[in-house]
């Protein structure tokens, strides 16, 4: 912990209150004509997620917690929990879904997002500003609609429901604000990323956990040989870097390969 002035507090600090922690999720600095300047709080209880709004003096000390800023692929989805993985040591952390909070309909998969860590557990997550989704739901465009001016309900990939201009057709991608899920534009046509999935080599079939504890994955037997796969990811992209095959009559091949 270490002592610093309310008016320095942004949000995503973690403070230290009556021995508990909170995770700044607003903070403003308020100087009235006439008066005291104020420093508002509108923090979350990590242990209970209760949250509170405290108002301070911008010159009242506070205590602040140390925590860790990494970066992480998103995974799947397993119940309640989000599964991520840090690209560089592929170690993998569940967080709660009431972590994700409302950025959990803008997840998508390998998506590259920022994790608050304090002593190892996930305190608080930040996504990309915006994402792309395709329209399922809209109504249809009628004759004589311009693209400027006039927008109309639409159902997202997502779940999400937004605004979007007329001219705007069912399985259209389209980029959003991740925030509040409003239209910013049509999206450009290869602009999205590929799943690392269909980035695989396809001679070797893996399934979507296959980059699990360890970094190895032991495949199923083909014919007389088991192949044994490591992997590793560079900006998001999972790719077969070595190949060992060991053969029944116990001498080992190894073949190195790229995709």
């Known amino acids: 912990m270490v002592s610093v002035i ?5 949000k995503g600090n973690v403070l230290e209150k ?3 922690l909170y995770l700044v999720l607003t903070a403003e600095n308020i100087h009235p004509g006439k008066g005291t300047p104020v420093t508002h709080l509108e923090m979350r209880r990590i242990s209970d997620g209760v949250k509170t709004v405290e108002r301070l003096r911008t010159t009242d000390s506070v205590e602040k917690a140390f925590v860790e800023h990494k970066t992480f692929n998103y995974l799947y989805q397993d119940g309640e929990q989000y599964v991520f993985m840090q690209p560089e040591t592929f170690d993998q952390v569940h ?6 909070g409302d950025a959990a309909p ?4 390998n ?3 920022q994790l608050q860590l304090f002593e190892g557990n996930p305190i608080s997550i930040e996504i990309p500003q915006r994402a792309i989704f395709e329209v399922m739901e809209t109504e249809p465009v009628m004759k004589g ?3 400027s001016g006039s927008f ?3 159902l997202l990939s997502n779940g999400v429901r937004t605004m979007v201009p007329t001219h705007i057709t069912v399985g259209t991608r389209v980029v959003v604000m991740t925030q ?3 239209y910013v534009e049509r999206a450009k046509e290869g602009g999205a990323a590929r799943s690392f999935r269909s980035r695989l080599c396809p001679e070797i079939d893996l399934d979507q956990h296959a980059f699990r504890i360890g970094h190895e994955k032991l495949l199923q037997p083909a014919a007389r040989h088991d192949a044994l796969a490591k992997f590793h990811i560079r900006r998001g992209q999972l790719r077969p870097h070595r190949v060992k095959i060991l053969a029944m009559e116990g001498d080992m091949v190894e073949s190195t390969r790229s995709c």
């Open 111 to 113: 998506m590259e997002v």
């Open 18 to 20: 009556d021995g508990k």
């Open 152 to 154: 109309k309900p639409a």
């Open 6 to 10: 309310a008016s320095s507090v942004r």
């Open 180 to 182: 509040d899920g409003s």
């Open 145 to 147: 609609q311009t693209a």
């Open 106 to 109: 803008y997840l998508t998969e």
């Open 95 to 100: 967080v709660p879904g009431d972590v994700v």
